[in-house]
Nanobody, 117 residues
Framework: EVQLVESGGGLVQPGGSLRLSCAAF????????MGWFRQAPGKEREFVGG????????NYADSVKGRFTISRDKAKNTVYLQMDSLKPEDTAVYYC??????????WGRGTQVTVSS
Protein backbone atom coordinates (compact mmCIF):
# COMPACT_ATOMS: atom_id res chain seq x y z
CA GLU A 1 0.00 0.00 0.00
CA VAL A 2 1.31 3.41 -0.95
CA GLN A 3 1.65 5.68 2.05
CA LEU A 4 3.39 8.87 3.11
CA VAL A 5 3.57 9.52 6.84
CA GLU A 6 4.72 12.95 8.00
CA SER A 7 5.80 13.62 11.58
CA GLY A 8 7.80 15.98 13.74
CA GLY A 9 5.59 19.03 13.78
CA GLY A 10 4.74 21.04 16.85
CA LEU A 11 4.68 24.43 18.49
CA VAL A 12 7.90 26.42 18.35
CA GLN A 13 8.85 30.01 19.13
CA PRO A 14 9.99 32.39 16.41
CA GLY A 15 13.65 31.80 15.67
CA GLY A 16 13.42 28.18 16.73
CA SER A 17 13.99 24.95 14.81
CA LEU A 18 12.13 21.78 13.96
CA ARG A 19 12.96 18.72 11.91
CA LEU A 20 10.14 17.05 10.02
CA SER A 21 10.27 13.48 8.78
CA CYS A 22 8.36 11.75 6.01
CA ALA A 23 8.36 7.97 5.85
CA ALA A 24 7.50 6.48 2.46
CA PHE A 25 5.91 3.11 1.79
CA UNK A 26 4.73 1.17 -1.23
CA UNK A 27 6.83 2.70 -4.02
CA UNK A 28 10.47 2.80 -5.05
CA UNK A 29 11.66 5.57 -2.77
CA UNK A 30 15.29 5.20 -3.78
CA UNK A 31 14.57 6.29 -7.35
CA UNK A 32 11.95 8.93 -6.58
CA UNK A 33 12.40 12.68 -6.30
CA MET A 34 10.68 13.99 -3.19
CA GLY A 35 9.22 17.32 -2.26
CA TRP A 36 7.86 19.18 0.73
CA PHE A 37 4.75 21.32 0.56
CA ARG A 38 2.76 23.34 3.05
CA GLN A 39 -0.71 24.77 3.44
CA ALA A 40 -1.47 27.65 5.75
CA PRO A 41 -5.01 28.38 6.95
CA GLY A 42 -7.06 30.00 4.20
CA LYS A 43 -4.30 29.60 1.63
CA GLU A 44 -3.52 27.19 -1.17
CA ARG A 45 -0.93 24.49 -0.75
CA GLU A 46 2.50 25.67 -1.86
CA PHE A 47 5.83 24.10 -2.77
CA VAL A 48 8.52 24.41 -0.10
CA GLY A 49 11.41 22.49 -1.59
CA GLY A 50 12.51 19.31 -3.30
CA UNK A 51 15.33 16.80 -3.48
CA UNK A 52 16.43 14.64 -6.38
CA UNK A 53 16.28 10.86 -6.27
CA UNK A 54 20.03 10.72 -5.60
CA UNK A 55 19.98 13.42 -2.96
CA UNK A 56 22.58 15.32 -4.92
CA UNK A 57 20.33 18.21 -5.87
CA UNK A 58 17.90 20.33 -3.90
CA ASN A 59 15.83 23.39 -4.63
CA TYR A 60 13.78 25.68 -2.41
CA ALA A 61 11.08 28.29 -2.53
CA ASP A 62 12.48 31.79 -2.09
CA SER A 63 10.54 32.18 1.15
CA VAL A 64 12.52 29.41 2.86
CA LYS A 65 15.86 29.51 1.05
CA GLY A 66 18.75 29.67 3.50
CA ARG A 67 16.56 28.58 6.43
CA PHE A 68 15.26 25.14 5.41
CA THR A 69 17.27 22.09 4.35
CA ILE A 70 15.98 18.90 2.77
CA SER A 71 17.80 15.59 3.05
CA ARG A 72 16.98 11.93 2.56
CA ASP A 73 17.98 8.56 3.99
CA LYS A 74 17.46 5.79 1.45
CA ALA A 75 18.09 3.06 4.02
CA LYS A 76 15.13 4.36 6.04
CA ASN A 77 12.92 5.37 3.10
CA THR A 78 12.65 8.75 4.77
CA VAL A 79 12.99 12.35 3.68
CA TYR A 80 13.63 15.17 6.17
CA LEU A 81 12.96 18.88 6.34
CA GLN A 82 15.22 20.76 8.73
CA MET A 83 13.63 24.12 9.50
CA ASP A 84 15.70 26.82 11.20
CA SER A 85 15.05 30.47 12.00
CA LEU A 86 11.34 29.79 11.92
CA LYS A 87 8.92 32.67 11.43
CA PRO A 88 5.22 32.98 12.27
CA GLU A 89 4.48 32.91 8.53
CA ASP A 90 5.91 29.38 8.39
CA THR A 91 2.87 28.19 10.34
CA ALA A 92 1.13 25.57 8.21
CA VAL A 93 0.43 21.90 7.74
CA TYR A 94 3.46 20.37 6.06
CA TYR A 95 3.27 17.50 3.57
CA CYS A 96 5.75 15.48 1.56
CA UNK A 97 5.08 14.01 -1.85
CA UNK A 98 6.61 12.59 -4.99
CA UNK A 99 5.70 13.09 -8.66
CA UNK A 100 4.25 9.57 -8.98
CA UNK A 101 1.71 10.25 -6.22
CA UNK A 102 1.09 13.86 -7.15
CA UNK A 103 -0.30 12.67 -10.47
CA UNK A 104 -2.96 10.74 -8.53
CA UNK A 105 -3.52 13.65 -6.14
CA UNK A 106 -2.51 11.48 -3.20
CA TRP A 107 -1.56 13.32 -0.01
CA GLY A 108 -0.68 12.08 3.44
CA ARG A 109 -2.18 13.55 6.60
CA GLY A 110 0.59 16.09 7.03
CA THR A 111 2.08 17.45 10.22
CA GLN A 112 1.15 20.75 11.85
CA VAL A 113 3.83 23.36 12.46
CA THR A 114 2.90 26.37 14.55
CA VAL A 115 5.37 29.21 15.07
CA SER A 116 4.23 31.48 17.84
CA SER A 117 5.47 33.14 20.99
Amino acid sequence: EVQLVESGGGLVQPGGSLRLSCAAFGFTFSSSAMGWFRQAPGKEREFVGGISWSGGSTNYADSVKGRFTISRDKAKNTVYLQMDSLKPEDTAVYYCNTPLLLRDNYWGRGTQVTVSS
